[in-house]
Each structure stands twice: as structure tokens, then as C-alpha cells.
């Protein structure tokens, strides 16, 4: 291939929307329009012959993932319209080769997709020699979750095969560049450009970028610093709808409404109001850590108060959550701090020193771990066990650019059941 190629892959739902999209990703200098797999999934290969319909100079690219019968779906991507067709590298060989004399036979070109395959480099080399036109490097959604860098795949697939790479899965504005140096001959943006708010700039961004290649040194940011950006940004709603709603807590009320507070959990039990464990948990905390208290025994009596307070502000903690009740309020709320608890009185425990830090507890209905990462706005607190807490994040940094998109569009003049098409997906008896 003589110059790079930028496929913007509209994996979504509802084909107008992908059209929408296609037509302001084209404005920005899109190149290949691919209907991803669930496009397909959900508009059948109409969604082929509509983006061939209204992009005729375009290349359309059926992302298929053929496992099976590859000459039939060749051939029924190929009369809706398809100029590329992508089958899944892991197939058996027959599959491949039914895909590739279907092909031939049909006047389309066959890429093989490498998601999930053990041994990339050795079976790309194989899937050069059965006659596919293109590799793509791939990394999958949930496997970017976790961290895997689809950077690294593509620079062990491009030194084994002479036929042009596709790089795949996560690619950005930062990583096109890097991307084309590493040597591939496609780029594939999927979210970067169809999350956007703005798809023309976004694209026309990434097309430049391309033009420009430069190696990628990586974000040079700890696992712990990118999920500390990322929740900074999204919303607890966000984070809850990541983890299918798992994680909110029940009956955290904001102190300082329109405070926000993330941070790691550093745990307390206490019981009965005695305010001993919680102040020490004070000194106990990092800067940017959050104390999270469980005062068994009822909300009568306060653990904490307005002092306690000032010293986590001298000290840097991030914020406060009380499964029980706090005093001082108005103090409290001068100092906006970020304190969320369940109930409010004025009765102040003692410092007797029962309890613990740092234990397992219960608060708000939700198990927490010192370690364990939370996030608190104004529509609540939402702890984020910490073994997932990096995928967790990336997830939520996702459903937030999703929102962006469906504001966007929301702006133009649609309603919400319009870009979400309930209609379509209501359940009949």
C-alpha cells in the first residue's frame, strides 16, 4: 500500500446513527467505513449495502468474524457491497480457505482478524501463506480493559508477514502516529472518532497524525496515576453503569453538595460514636486517601466532627464516608469539604479506641477494603474493589465518551428515544 489508511469502525446498534457518523467521519478525512460486528449483528448485512449506498467512494468493510462457512458469508458480504471482508484468524484453515477462493470469486479482499489468538506472530505468517490479502493486529474491548497494549502486538506481527497490517483496539489521537511507525499500513479507530462529540475534528486529528509518524514511549503514567485521571473526570454514574451497578452505596448523603472526592479507602470500624479510630485514621492516611468509616451501633452518636476535619484537610485527605452520623455541620460545610454520611446530630462519642483500621468493613450497604478505590459526587459514593479498579476505570472513561456522543446528538435536535431507538429494542408479549 503506497499511502496509510484510516478505518473508522462504527460498532454500534442503530444504522442511521452509523450513517450520521460515517458522513461526519468522512468530512474529517476517513478513508475505509467498516460495519462493525455489532452493526451487523443487529441490522443484518443491510448495514453493509446502506454504508456502500450512501459512501459509494469509500471502501466498506464488513467486519464479519467469520468462525464458520466462510464462502457463504464472503459471498453475502461481498453482493451487499463489501470491498474487504474480515474473517477470525483462529478459524480452522478451511474456513480460511473457502474465505479466500470466495474472494477471488467475488472480487473482494479478505482480512484476518487476530483477536485472542495465542500465538499471533506464527499464525500470521500461516494466514499469509493460505492467501489473505491483510493482517490486523487486534487487540479486543475487554482485553484493553486490562491493559494490554495493541501497540505491542502489532510490532510482533508486522516482522513476520510482507502483506499490509492492520493496527486495532484503542487507537487514539496519541497513538495513530506511533501506530504507522511500528509499521502498519491501516489504522482502525473505532471509539476515539464515533464517541466523540466532535467526529469530523476527531478524525481529521488522527488523519494528521498519521501523517506524522512517531514512536510511542507510552503514557509514562503508573497504573494507580491513570485511575486517578480518569475517575477525576467521570462521574460516579459512570462508574456504577462500568460495573452493572454494582458498587453504590445506599443512604451516603453529600454534606457540601457539589464537592467531589476520589481516592483510595483507608477503612475504619468503630462503634457506638467513639470518635478514637476514626481521628487516627487520619495520620494513618496518604494524601489523596479517602477514610471510610463504619460506626456500627446506630446514628445517635458522631465519630466525627468539624475537627477531625481541618486535620484531614491539613493532612490532605481527599474526602470522608460515614455509614453513621457527623456533627458540626455548619463548620463543616464552610470548610466545603467532601463528606458524605447517613445521618446528622450533635451528640459527640468518646475516645475509648475500640474498633480497627484498616479491616474489612460494611458501609452504605457495600463491602470495602483499605486499598479499595472510591468515588463520591453528588449521586453518591461507589466503591471500586482495587483488582479491577484499572479496568473498572477504563470502562467508566468509556461509557463516559459514549455520553459525550449521545449529547452531541441530543444537541442536534434528537430526542433520547430517538438516538437510543427504544422502539426498536421494546419487548413485545
Not at 501523517?211 to 454514574?237: C, F
Not at 479510630?277 to 458522631?302: H, L, R, W
Not at 467532601?338 to 475509648?352: C, D, F, I, T
Request: charged share 20%.
Amino acid at each position: 500500500m503506497n499511502t496509510s489508511v484510516l478505518q473508522v469502525a462504527l460498532d454500534l446498534v442503530e444504522l442511521d446513527r452509523a450513517i450520521t457518523i460515517a458522513g461526519e467521519a468522512v468530512l474529517g478525512g476517513a478513508d475505509w467505513l467498516e460495519a462493525g460486528t455489532p452493526l451487523i449483528k443487529s441490522e443484518g448485512m443491510r448495514a453493509v449495502s446502506a454504508l456502500k449506498s450512501a459512501f459509494p467512494d469509500q471502501q466498506i468493510i464488513a467486519d464479519m468474524k467469520t468462525a464458520d462457512t466462510g464462502a457463504i458469508e464472503v459471498e453475502m458480504a461481498a453482493k451487499s457491497g463489501a470491498d474487504v471482508v474480515c474473517v477470525l484468524a483462529s478459524s480452522d484453515n478451511s474456513v480460511i480457505d473457502e474465505s479466500v477462493r470466495a474472494g477471488k470469486k467475488y472480487g473482494v479482499k479478505i482480512m484476518a482478524d487476530l483477536i485472542s489468538v495465542p500465538n499471533p506472530s506464527s499464525r500470521a505468517l500461516e494466514l499469509e501463506k493460505l492467501g489473505v490479502d491483510y493482517i490486523c493486529a487486534h487487540t479486543g474491548i475487554d482485553q484493553q480493559m486490562t491493559g494490554t497494549d495493541s501497540l505491542v502486538l502489532l510490532m510482533k506481527v508486522v516482522k513476520e508477514v510482507g502483506i499490509p497490517v492492520a493496527a486495532a483496539g484503542g487507537i487514539s489521537e496519541k497513538t495513530a502516529a506511533a501506530a504507522i511507525a511500528a509499521g502498519a499500513s491501516i489504522v482502525i479507530v473505532g471509539g476515539s472518532i464515533v464517541r466523540s462529540s466532535d467526529v469530523t475534528g476527531s478524525t481529521r486529528r488522527i488523519k494528521e497524525a498519521m501523517n506524522l509518524p512517531t514512536p510511542y514511549t507510552g503514557t509514562g503514567k503508573s497504573a494507580d496515576d491513570e485511575i486517578r485521571e480518569i475517575l477525576g473526570y467521570v462521574s460516579s454514574s459512570n462508574v456504577s453503569d462500568a460495573m452493572h451497578r454494582k458498587g453504590a452505596m445506599t443512604g451516603m448523603i453529600p454534606l457540601s453538595p457539589g464537592t467531589r472526592a476520589v481516592g483510595k479507602a483507608v477503612t475504619v470500624q468503630t462503634f457506638a460514636g467513639d470518635w478514637a479510630k476514626p481521628v487516627q485514621a487520619i495520620d494513618t492516611a496518604s494524601k489523596g486517601d479517602i477514610i471510610v468509616i463504619n460506626n456500627d451501633q446506630g446514628v445517635n452518636v458522631a465519630p466525627w466532627g468539624e475537627l477531625a476535619t481541618i486535620s484531614c484537610l491539613n493532612r490532605g485527605i481527599n474526602g470522608v464516608i460515614i455509614d453513621g452520623a457527623v456533627r458540626d455541620v455548619d463548620g463543616i460545610k464552610k470548610l466545603q469539604y467532601p463528606l458524605w454520611a447517613r445521618a446528622m446530630v450533635p451528640n459527640a462519642g468518646e475516645p475509648k479506641g475500640f474498633g480497627e483500621i484498616g479491616t474489612e468493613i460494611q458501609c452504605g450497604g457495600q463491602t470495602v477494603s483499605s486499598g479499595d478505590w472510591i468515588i463520591a459526587d453528588d449521586s453518591g459514593v461507589v466503591v471500586i474493589p482495587k483488582n479491577r479498579a484499572y479496568e473498572i476505570a477504563r470502562r467508566a472513561k468509556e461509557v463516559y465518551n459514549t455520553e459525550l456522543r449521545v449529547r452531541e446528538e441530543l444537541r442536534q435536535g434528537k430526542t433520547l428515544a430517538q438516538v437510543m431507538n427504544l422502539l426498536r429494542w421494546e419487548k413485545h408479549p
